[in-house]
């Protein structure tokens, strides 16, 4: 491909590089998050050389995919989570999401966004800026949208939202450099992010802070103590499950480890 | 109660649960009220809508491709459009395959007999391992290069989830999950990543449903063995101006008879070990895209077209030596394989097949891309057939000295299409199960429905159509 040419010699590719499958040595992880059929895959091959199947139909990638890649001197391990519309449902694919944004601790979460659709996939944004403020969100698709007449302001979702909004178009990789910056700010602690969390009434959140000391003393080590209050509240059953039978902190061990279900082949292939 | 003494999650439970008593009922409805009008302010504020154009080519194609009465012909046709140039184009680079792969085989053992190598050590080598691999190369490279390509675009294109929203409704009359539909599309490519796709199914029921019937749509590795027997049996009982389609057609109907399986054994099992009804739910129609083309070569040709011929190299050659084995060692002056193929006649013969080709599937179970180059070879190990260089020879050989009839291709398609997962699908089936004992029922239910529907058209066609 003759445009290859033209990559290397542009500054840009010198900060950044494909580190394929390796595996070990990073020094951040960084999660992937987003509705079904968003692009998530198309940008994760984008920024890893690998090549996970990208077929165009929701629920393509079931497990998640782990690839590397390295940015202006920093090593990040990309993780690509199942497409999901909640983290809220015990379905095996949220439950992998949910699961490793909360015990996985990632450095920054990329939730990618439909442009096109942007208000279906802002219920998806605001869960996971409930479990984690190290967020920056990706809108792809804006060619698509920009066929549609559809135009998003990232400035005014940025503001919103409270955490940086980048267009992009994974599938060109374009605008995917000044993703990355903002990636590595936010990785990094330099941005510091003021997460948009609707606040319930206040009895909802004078019993939120009741019980967000109890969790931390019961379950020493465990991330986001709020958003398991929220969930206790709420009556989720898998979390009293999880809290009751001491799987919170197996929970957070596990997720330190390799998913058994994880393999490279897998990430190689994409399920076939 | 304070948090400075011990505190067990057994208290923090029902500490939430008096918490929740003291709150408002309906509280969390206001909570999610505040989030829908949260995300529908940004959303105002950010999306500058001018006049919002949907898609609108998307909309019109969608509207035909999923309409009530064309979706499903439409389905079919373009099913049948994709075997039909991959039976078309396959035919002449297999046969120049097989023609200049057994000239070599002739060719290199002449050389080893000349260089003094004992005979044993010729034959095991290259009748025995070389000749697996080349039956294994010729009759299924071709028609994997020419059908994952296509079947690769389609899934790009974005045409796959329309297939599944065509055949929702009758995957919910079923009891099954829509998405299903889904897993089942994905088998096609290969049924061990169909059950891992399952995982987008979340009611547990319905997932084992899904997980038992996704084998009976033919996957990668029986799609060469169906077009093979589809091309060179069934339409060659036609004039050659109409064999081609009516080769594409035959594949079709047995894809067809898949999916009626896969409904009827959902059905079956919705009303018997996995009792249920069917979970709404709902099921996104992704745009039209336009498919990558450098993708679609390195998916379907690097990924699924080198990914299923290595594995099938990997247990031909071992199936080949085993073969070659059977047939040379000859107590009492008869073959291992003859012996085996014998004793299994009866039973072959029962279901319309006979002995050799059960001996075939018993040697090709780790891999059923196997099958036909396993047959031909135990055929062959008989010293029936000695030379064998084209598609065509192969059949007047197999109808004229081995007595097969058409009645022996449908059910051999049948059995292929309907019998027992592969060895990979197997152990996939226990890792997403973790149970012994689904996963023997989804070895075995396949294999018992293969032998009752092939022993039934077998004594149907006897008893009607004289065969």
Not at chain 2, 20 to 27: K, M, P, T, Y
Not at chain 2, 213 to 233: D, E, S
């Given at each position: 491909m003759s445009t290859e040419h033209a990559?290397?010699?542009?500054?840009?590719?010198?900060?950044?590089?494909?580190?394929?499958?390796?595996?070990?040595?990073?020094?951040?992880?960084?999660?992937?998050?987003?509705?079904?059929?968003?692009?998530?895959?198309?940008?994760?091959?984008?920024?890893?050389?690998?090549?996970?199947?990208?077929?165009?139909?929701?629920?393509?990638?079931?497990?998640?995919?782990?690839?590397?890649?390295?940015?202006?001197?920093?090593?990040?391990?990309?993780?690509?989570?199942?497409?999901?519309?909640?983290?809220?449902?015990?379905?095996?694919?949220?439950?992998?999401?949910?699961?490793?944004?909360?015990?996985?601790?990632?450095?920054?979460?990329?939730?990618?966004?439909?442009?096109?659709?942007?208000?279906?996939?802002?219920?998806?944004?605001?869960?996971?800026?409930?479990?984690?403020?190290?967020?920056?969100?990706?809108?792809?698709?804006?060619?698509?949208?920009?066929?549609?007449?559809?135009?998003?302001?990232?400035?005014?979702?940025?503001?919103?939202?409270?955490?940086?909004?980048?267009?992009?178009?994974?599938?060109?990789?374009?605008?995917?450099?000044?993703?990355?910056g903002e990636v590595a700010a936010v990785s990094a602690g330099e941005t510091v992010t003021r997460p948009l969390r609707p606040k319930g009434t206040p009895e909802f959140e004078r019993a939120v802070s009741r019980l967000v000391p109890l969790i931390e003393t019961a379950a020493p080590g465990v991330p986001n103590a709020r958003w398991i209050a929220i969930r206790l509240l709420d009556g989720d059953a898998s979390v009293e499950e999880a809290l009751a039978s001491g799987r919170l902190a197996e929970l957070v061990a596990r997720q330190q480890a390799p998913d058994a279900r994880f393999s490279r082949k897998i990430a190689l292939q994409g399920a076939q | 109660m304070s948090a400075s003494i011990a505190v067990t999650p057994a208290d923090i439970v029902r500490?939430?649960?008096?918490?929740?008593?003291?709150?408002?009922?309906?509280?969390?409805?206001?909570v999610v009220t505040s989030l829908y009008g949260e995300v529908e302010r940004i959303t105002r504020r950010a999306v500058h809508d001018s006049g919002s154009r949907p898609l609108e080519l998307d909309q019109r194609i969608d509207h035909i491709v999923t309409s009530r009465w064309l979706g499903l012909p439409l389905m079919l046709v373009i099913l049948a459009v994709i075997f039909w140039i991959t039976i078309v184009g396959a035919n002449v680079p297999s046969q120049m395959l097989a023609a200049a792969f057994f000239w070599f085989e002739d060719l290199a053992a002449g050389w080893f007999t000349q260089l003094g190598v004992p005979w044993w050590l010729t034959g095991f080598l290259w009748h025995g391992v070389y000749r697996g691999l080349a039956w294994v190369i010729s009759v299924m490279l071709p028609p994997m290069a020419i059908f994952f390509p296509l079947f690769t675009i389609l899934e790009d294109l974005g045409y796959l989830p329309r297939v599944a929203f065509n055949l929702d409704y009758l995957f919910k009359r079923a009891g099954a999950h829509g998405k299903q539909a889904l897993s089942m599309a994905m088998g096609f490519g290969c049924n061990a990543a169909g059950i891992i796709a399952?995982?987008?199914?979340?009611?547990?029921?319905?997932?084992?449903?899904?997980?038992?019937?996704?084998?009976?749509?033919?996957?990668?590795?029986?799609?060469?063995?169906?077009?093979?027997?589809?091309?060179?049996?069934?339409?060659a009982a036609f004039p050659p101006a109409v064999a081609s389609l009516v080769a594409a057609g035959s594949v079709v109907g047995i894809v067809l008879v898949g999916v009626l399986f896969t409904l009827v054994v959902s059905w079956a099992l919705s009303r018997t070990i996995l009792r249920?009804?069917?979970?709404?739910?709902?099921?996104?129609?992704?745009?039209?895209?336009?498919?990558?083309?450098?993708?679609?070569?390195?998916?379907?040709?690097?990924?699924?077209?080198?990914?299923?011929?290595?594995?099938?190299?990997?247990?031909?050659?071992?199936?080949?030596?085993?073969?070659?084995?059977?047939?040379?060692?000859?107590?009492?002056?008869?073959?291992?394989?003859?012996?085996?193929?014998?004793?299994?006649?009866?039973?072959?013969?029962?279901?319309?097949?006979?002995?050799?080709?059960?001996?075939?599937?018993?040697?090709?179970?780790?891999?059923?891309?196997?099958?036909?180059?396993?047959?031909?070879?135990?055929?062959?190990?008989?010293?029936?057939?000695?030379?064998?260089?084209?598609?065509?020879?192969?059949?007047?050989?197999?109808?004229?000295?081995?007595?097969w009839t058409m009645l022996t291709a449908v059910n051999l398609m049948l059995f292929s299409l309907l019998h027992n997962p592969c060895a990979t699908t197997i152990i996939t089936i226990y890792k997403e199960t973790l149970s012994a004992k689904w996963t023997t029922i989804g070895a075995l239910m396949p294999l018992v429905i293969a032998f009752a529907v092939t022993f039934l058209t077998a004594a149907t066609a006897r008893a009607f159509f004289g065969f």
């Open positions: 990559c290397e010699t542009c500054p840009m590719h010198t900060e950044m590089a494909q580190l394929g499958a390796a595996v070990g040595g990073f020094d951040r992880v960084v999660a992937l998050a987003g509705n079904p059929n968003t692009g998530k895959s198309t940008l994760f091959n984008a920024l890893t050389g690998l090549r996970q199947h990208t077929g165009n139909w929701p629920g393509k990638t079931v497990t998640r995919a782990e690839g590397g890649f390295q940015f202006g001197g920093v090593r990040y391990k990309l993780v690509d989570l199942p497409g999901t519309y909640s983290l809220l449902s015990a379905s095996d694919d949220e439950e992998v999401a949910r699961n490793f944004l909360l015990f996985g601790r990632p450095d920054c979460t990329v939730v990618v966004v439909d442009a096109s659709a942007l208000e279906r996939n802002l219920y998806l944004v605001l869960q996971v800026l409930e479990i984690t403020d190290r967020v920056v969100v990706a809108v792809n698709l804006m060619d698509e949208a920009k066929r549609r007449g559809i135009d998003v302001d990232t400035r005014s979702l940025a503001r919103d939202l409270g955490v940086p909004a980048v267009p992009i178009v994974a599938r060109t990789s374009e605008n995917v450099m000044v993703l990355l | 500490e939430a649960a008096a918490l929740r008593q003291s709150l408002e009922a309906g509280f969390r409805e206001e399952t995982r987008v199914i979340d009611s547990p029921r319905e997932r084992l449903v899904a997980i038992l019937t996704n084998n009976f749509v033919p996957c990668n590795g029986r799609f060469p063995t169906l077009i093979m027997l589809a091309t060179v049996f069934v339409a249920g009804e069917a979970s709404a739910f709902t099921l996104e129609l992704p745009p039209y895209r336009r498919p990558g083309f450098a993708r679609i070569l390195y998916t379907s040709l690097i990924d699924r077209t080198l990914f299923v011929l290595w594995r099938a190299i990997l247990t031909a050659a071992p199936a080949g030596a085993v073969i070659w084995l059977l047939a040379n060692i000859t107590p009492g002056g008869v073959s291992l394989a003859t012996r085996t193929a014998d004793f299994l006649d009866p039973l072959g013969w029962a279901i319309g097949l006979d002995g050799v080709i059960l001996l075939a599937y018993i040697i090709a179970i780790p891999a059923n891309e196997i099958v036909v180059p396993t047959m031909l070879m135990v055929y062959m190990s008989q010293g029936m057939m000695t030379e064998l260089d084209s598609l065509d020879g192969l059949r007047v050989l197999l109808v004229d000295r081995h007595g």
